[in-house]
């Protein structure tokens, strides 16, 4: 196909870091897809373990393969920032290097799209670790009142009820351009997709989806979100403490914070800051930690206020945040640890 006059129907932002393996079987679902009409938007992020090759490979036998290279490491959110710049499908979707999807992704999607002349189409994903699979619950169903509808969605993910899996969705471009929507800095902050997200449900006005599993999300133990080395961004509580922060900015910004603030404290808010002292607690001692969570508690005096807001009573029907909640609030209470030696 001649691609230089045909027109693009979907672009498809991938940003790449050292995949590995798994690499080419994303490539093969994308060269694949039984949608033609479409371009593989490849941004090279400085790989070192010879992605770069085997995108350039691909790149030689396929016409619809853009490539793009960082001139320094940018990770994964200003990378697909680069893809957002230069895509020139009617509707852009996203995928992670390490992940693949079926082939008939793009098309389904696409076509339901057209269909329901949707700003945003979702579908549901597949769930791969240690070898096992299992689908992720279907999403809530759509109310028809777009107001009523979105923020039912904003309230679905501060909650973790509805999925965050942006990647499972495409979005119009038109879309993406006319509200500005970009993916925050990645090597600063966590949950840049995540931000994404709920801006997306913010603004759209019509959002469809598809009951197909078209996605496979790949959790390997060596990924960002799932390594434990202390030099790695996304072990810091700071990183989640940003994450926060944008959020709530947002939220307020859309003036929507006031509304959601007890669901966003109860989810959101507890989940990120209960997993950061996780991430402090793989990276040090427990006194260290705690001295850690301290500083961090004085640097950032508002979100601890509203942590501290949270009742017991509106915990009980969720074992795990109740958990999470009591050994986040116990560590809290220890004495914070004195000497050379923590």
């Known amino acids: 196909m001649n691609m230089s006059t045909a027109q693009h129907k979907v672009s498809i932002i991938v940003p790449v870091y050292n995949p590995g393996k798994h690499f080419k079987k994303l490539l093969n679902s994308l060269v694949n897809q039984t949608l033609k009409e479409i371009e593989i938007i490849i941004v090279l992020d400085c790989p070192t373990d010879g992605s770069d090759k085997v995108a350039e490979n691909f790149a030689a036998k396929d016409r619809r393969i853009v490539i793009i290279r960082n001139s320094q490491n940018m990770h994964a959110g200003l990378s697909r920032n680069e893809g957002l710049k230069v895509a020139k499908g009617e509707y852009v979707g996203f995928m992670d290097a390490d992940d693949w999807c079926d082939e008939k992704k793009y098309e389904i999607l696409y076509n339901e799209a057209k269909i329901s002349n949707a700003d945003i189409v979702r579908n549901r994903s597949l769930r791969v670790f240690n070898n096992n699979k299992y689908t992720y619950s279907e999403n809530p169903p759509l109310q028809k009142n777009v107001k009523e509808r979105n923020m039912f969605m904003l309230r679905g ?28 800095d990645s090597r600063k902050t ?42 790695n961004l996304y072990l810091s509580m700071n990183s989640s403490i940003a994450s926060l922060y944008n959020t709530i900015n947002f939220l307020r910004e859309a003036e929507v914070y006031d509304t959601i603030i007890r669901d966003f404290r109860n989810n959101e808010l507890l989940i990120r800051m209960y997993s950061g002292f996780c991430n402090l607690r793989t990276c040090y001692p427990l006194k260290k930690a705690i001295v850690e969570l301290h500083k961090i508690k004085k640097e950032h005096t508002e979100l601890f206020l509203e942590f501290n807001k949270i009742k017991i009573k509106d915990l009980i029907k969720n074992r795990k945040r109740l958990q999470q909640f009591i050994l986040l609030k116990s560590a809290l209470l220890l004495p914070v640890p004195q000497g050379k030696r923590v």
């Not at 038109?174 to 509200?179: A, S, Y």
Request: hydrophobic letters at 40%.
């Open 157 to 184: 993910l501060v909650t973790r009820r509805q999925s965050n899996m942006f990647w499972s969705n495409i979005y119009r471009n038109d879309f993406i351009k006319r509200h500005k929507l970009s993916f925050i």
């Open 190 to 231: 966590r949950a840049e997709d995540f931000l994404f997200l709920l801006q997306c449900f913010f603004y759209a006005e019509i959002i469809s989806e598809v009951h197909d599993s078209l996605d496979t999300y790949n959790i390997l133990p060596t990924s960002l979100c799932h390594s434990h080395t202390a030099d």
